[in-house]
């Protein structure tokens, strides 16, 4: 059964920094393209970035380029999401998923596998 299993989300104040991880396991994962979505309370589920399988292409939502950086290690099986300069406005869960689709993917119906999430608070 594939899993996918983020870790990394806590409560931190404005201006902070996290690193979110998610790992895969019986996932053929370097043939996948991974994304980050989250979502906040009463919102849509939103795209922040994906990643091609061999970590050569990133793509963002517009809004996200520079303060996330997504990256993965394919020999561990993990994709990151880095998030600099967070605002009480990124407090969410934070999702990754996994797409046999070529990158970029920006639509969650377009992904065939999601983790459970992890929540991300920012305090001001």
């Known amino acids: 059964q594939v899993q996918l299993v983020e870790s990394g989300g806590r409560s931190v104040p404005a201006g902070g920094s996290l690193r979110l991880s998610c790992a895969a396991s019986?996932?053929?994962?370097?043939?996948?393209?991974m994304g980050w979505f989250r979502q906040a309370p009463g919102k849509e589920r939103t795209f922040l970035g994906c990643?091609?399988?061999?970590?050569?292409?990133?793509y963002y939502a517009n809004s996200m380029k520079g303060p996330f950086t997504i990256t993965r290690n394919n020999a561990e099986k993990t994709v990151d999401l880095q998030m600099n300069s967070l605002t009480p406005e990124d407090t969410a869960i934070y999702y990754c998923?996994?797409?046999?689709?070529?990158?970029?993917?920006?639509?969650?119906?377009?992904?065939?596998?999601w983790g459970q999430g992890t929540q991300v608070t920012v305090s001001s």
């Open positions: 998923a996994a797409s046999t689709q070529d990158a970029p993917v920006y639509g969650p119906n377009e992904y065939h596998y």
């Open positions: 990643i091609n399988w061999s970590g050569g292409r990133t």
């Open positions: 019986q996932l053929a994962f370097s043939s996948y393209t």
